[in-house]
């Protein structure tokens, strides 16, 4: 982008754009365009470089259309990039810890039930459907054992926001985690045992639209 050219910043999150917009600020940057909008809905005559998404295909019913409303934005050979998670991978701890593979459980069930829980894995025939040359994947996700690591806030906080939905649904039994508690209890169970931990499974894609 440089100083030359522009981002425009889609999302349907107000707080989160404001975010963006004080880090733009401190940061002096004055080319970033944001937009209070779905993407399922935000619609545009420009064209652009490239689209990129991070967690956006996992929380949507058709990622397919998504991807091709991607590629009618881009200029010719434009690029897609997509970061997604995929919770079918996830890498147990060893020595174990069940308390936290149990919480990664209810994540892998909650997205099969919701939209689809492999979804990183899913990026690669996705992107090939919606017009895009064959892409680009990785995947990788960090590792840690150590007690100030934020691993354990982020997994629990992640629980917290979907556990309501969860228990709704009978995907977790009300009352299995105390949430106040959680953070906590995942924490000295890797500590007691001197566990390492993974972050689930994250894959990374790009391709460049058809000829």
């Not at 522009?6 to 004080?22: E, H, M, N, Y």
């Not at 295909?57 to 897609?80: E, F, Q, S």
């Not at 169970?189 to 990374?204: F, L, V």
Request: charged letters at 25%; hydrophobic letters at 40%.
């Amino acid at each position: 982008m440089g100083r030359s050219g522009s981002v425009t910043s889609v999302d349907f999150d107000a707080p989160a754009l404001d975010t963006l917009k004080r880090r733009a600020v401190a940061e002096g940057v004055g080319n970033i365009e944001c937009l209070h909008a779905n993407v399922h809905e935000w619609q545009t005559t420009r064209k652009f470089d490239a689209v990129v998404g991070r967690h956006i295909l996992i929380h949507t019913k058709d990622p397919l259309a998504v991807l091709r409303a991607c590629g009618t934005m881009l200029y010719p050979r434009g690029l897609a990039v997509f970061h997604e998670y995929d919770f079918s991978v996830v890498h147990r701890g060893w020595p174990p810890t069940p308390l936290r593979d149990r919480v990664m459980e209810v994540f892998d069930q909650f997205f099969a039930h919701a939209t689809r829980s492999n979804m990183g894995s899913r990026l690669w025939t996705l992107l090939i459907e919606a017009g895009f040359e064959p892409p680009d994947c990785r995947a990788e996700y960090p590792m840690s054992g150590a007690t100030d690591s934020f691993y354990y806030e982020w997994i629990v906080e992640s629980l917290r926001s979907i556990l309501p939905r969860a228990v709704s649904q009978s995907i977790v039994p009300d009352g299995e985690f105390d949430i106040d508690t959680l953070e906590r209890r995942i924490r000295e169970e890797a500590a007691s045992s001197n566990s390492c931990i993974a972050a689930p499974a994250m894959i990374g894609a790009f391709a460049r639209l058809k000829a």
